[in-house]
């Protein structure tokens, strides 16, 4: 039952994870604001119609807590407080298969560079403009910087290229723009 009125252009972005799904939260906030979203991270107010989640998948008590997280929001959907949950990130690149299996209620799953698949799930464009630009959700004295993306190295012991694909440095003139 609905009890509150959703905004219907209002994205609640949670971040689950390392400094790089923090990052990947600003850049994916920045692009939706320049779609005239409104976008909180985190936020509390309950009013978003559209909740993504930015999931970790790196280790057992991580895979755990996106998974938790991702059955709240699953179930305010079914309540009617929330209109559309998508999720992103590292759980969903790794087991995207057999969490579509297991929580059909996930509107749609993305990977880890999946941003602008994403985007045009929500009807918003990628504004390639904007590389570099993001809404900071760290404190002020702080933000992190992201140099390169992914591993290389198979290790038996590590998902990282499962998950983030292989190493690919940032160009400095993107760099330059952070």
């Not at 209002?10 to 939260?25: A, E, H, M, P, W």
């Not at 579509?100 to 509107?107: G, S």
């Amino acid at each position: 039952m609905k009890t509150k009125t959703l905004r219907k252009n209002k994205v609640n972005v949670v971040t689950l994870g390392c400094s790089k799904n923090i990052f990947d939260s600003e850049v994916l906030m920045g692009q939706l604001k320049a779609n005239n979203y409104e976008v909180e991270h985190e936020s509390k107010s309950g009013d978003a119609s559209i909740v993504i989640i930015n999931t970790c998948g790196f280790i057992d008590n991580a895979k755990q807590e996106s998974i938790d997280t991702i059955l709240q929001f699953a179930n305010a959907k079914e309540k009617g407080l929330v209109d559309k949950v998508y999720v992103t990130g590292c759980l969903s690149e790794r087991y995207k298969t057999d969490l579509e299996k297991e929580i059909p209620e996930v509107d749609a799953w993305f990977g880890t560079r999946d941003l602008p698949r994403m985007l045009k799930t929500l009807k918003a464009d990628y504004k390639l403009e904007l590389v570099g630009e993001r809404i900071l959700t760290t404190p002020q004295h702080y933000a992190y910087l992201k140099i390169s993306e992914g591993c290389d190295r198979p290790c038996s012991f590590c998902a990282i290229p499962l998950m983030r694909g292989k190493h690919i440095s940032t160009p400095i003139e993107q760099l330059v723009t952070q």
